[in-house]
Nanobody
Framework: QVQFVESGGGLVQPGGSLRLSCAAS????????MGWYRQAQGKQRELVAT???????NYADSVKGRFTISRDSAKNTVYLQMSSLKPEDTAVYYC?????????????WGQGTQVTVSS
């Protein structure tokens, strides 16, 4: 089993910054990737940023240059530094942990944290 503690969400004005964190604990080995996804009200969940165990990153076009994903492997924690926030960034942000054990891949999701960008 894997447990998550997500934090850092909240209300911020347009142009502001927030830093999300997601700490995973439990039976964690074979980490393939960690990442962040978001789901706005009435919309499908979408990728925000991912970071593989090989330190490769992938960002949604809408956040490139504004968001940065990073990871503390020793703490099994992934971060998302968000800057120049826009109202359209408003969503519930979920962290995702991908474990690869032999041929089997396991996906685990955090509980989500709300980010609201509004004046």
């Amino acid at each position: 089993q894997v447990q998550f503690v997500e934090s850092g969400g909240g209300l911020v004005q347009p142009g502001g910054s927030l830093r999300l964190s997601c700490a995973a604990s439990g039976s964690i080995f074979g980490v393939s990737a960690m990442g962040w996804y978001r789901q706005a009200q009435g919309k499908q969940r979408e990728l925000v940023a991912t970071l593989t165990s090989g330190a490769n990153t992938n960002y949604a076009d809408s956040v490139k240059g504004r968001f940065t994903i990073s990871r503390d492997s020793a703490k099994n924690t992934v971060y998302l530094q968000m800057s120049s926030l826009k109202p359209e960034d408003t969503a519930v942000y979920y962290c995702k942990l991908v474990l690869k054990r032999g041929p089997v891949i396991y996906d685990y999701w955090g509980q989500g944290t709300q980010v609201t960008v509004s004046s």
